[in-house]
């Protein structure tokens, strides 16, 4: 989400329009989503607030979870956006600027409302038009010798120093109830969830982990539950212009022995 609307982009850039929230929002619930994601991923760029008459528009419209983030700095803003309506909160650029926010948000709010969201990008792939610097990671977070991934923050404009998988980690011990894991490199791709990267945060930690990034077909939903360990499939592009339905996608992984819940009927 950017600017107030839904849109879809390749790599976090080349952003297409892809409408209202709240409307689409009401088509998934009724298609019957399990969940919402909403993320502004261009609130902490260009240091802007989360929109919160948009979450409480779409709130009001919506009978499941609903999950945002974006633009969130302190936990005021957490408890902001769970008054407006949100059933989760989403932490990146912010957690990793201040990871005591993680746990000061947990504690005050439960673990269960806290998602941290993980944007990484595969080192020595192609290149990315990214400025240069990186934060202050500290050598238990620092990329080393055998990091295959880095954290991109500020809607993968700001590379950091720290490694994706060890962040994984640490982002659960702070508090984190779940992780929503985005492939940079996949992203808007179509061609399929980076399932190495999955895979290797799903083996290290306990707390529900959430793909994103890459899907282009149903296929694609169940690789990153089988061969990534995922406990859930965030899909945008093949949902927003019409390449399948909700109901769809939840057929074509039951029949594959996944478990989904029912689509609603009808949908």
Not at 187 to 203: K, N, R
Request: proline share 4%.
């Amino acid at each position: 989400m950017s600017g107030g609307r839904v849109v879809k982009g390749v790599s976090f850039v080349e952003l297409r329009d892809a409408g209202d929230p709240a409307e689409l929002a009401a088509l998934y619930d009724r298609e019957g989503a399990d969940e919402l994601v909403f993320l502004d991923i261009t609130a902490s760029s260009d240091g802007r607030d989360i929109m919160v008459e948009v979450v409480r528009s779409v709130s009001e419209r919506v009978f499941i979870p609903l999950t945002v983030g974006g633009g969130i700095r302190s936990t005021d803003d957490v408890r902001a956006m769970l008054e407006a309506g949100a059933d989760k909160v989403s932490l990146n650029t912010a957690a990793v600027r201040d990871p005591e926010l993680v746990r000061d948000a947990a504690r005050r709010f439960g673990s269960q409302c806290i998602v941290v969201a993980i944007d990484a990008r595969r080192i020595g792939g192609p290149a990315l038009d990214l400025p240069s610097g990186a934060a202050d990671a500290g050598p238990d977070l620092a990329l080393g010798a055998d990091s295959t991934w880095e954290v991109v923050t500020h809607g993968g404009r700001t590379p950091t120093g720290i490694d994706a998988i060890r962040w994984a980690g640490r982002a659960e011990a702070l508090g984190a109830g779940e992780l929503l894991v985005t492939s940079m490199d996949a992203d808007g791709q179509l061609t399929g969830y980076d399932t190495e990267l999955l895979a290797a945060v799903s083996s290290g930690v306990g707390v529900p982990l959430i793909a994103s990034g890459g899907a282009g077909g149903l296929e694609h939903l169940c690789s990153a539950v089988r061969e990534g360990g995922a406990d859930a499939v965030l899909a945008a592009s093949i949902f927003h212009f019409g390449t399948h339905t909700v109901s769809e996608a939840k057929a074509y992984m039951a029949a594959r022995g996944l478990p989904v819940r029912p689509a609603r009927p009808g949908a």
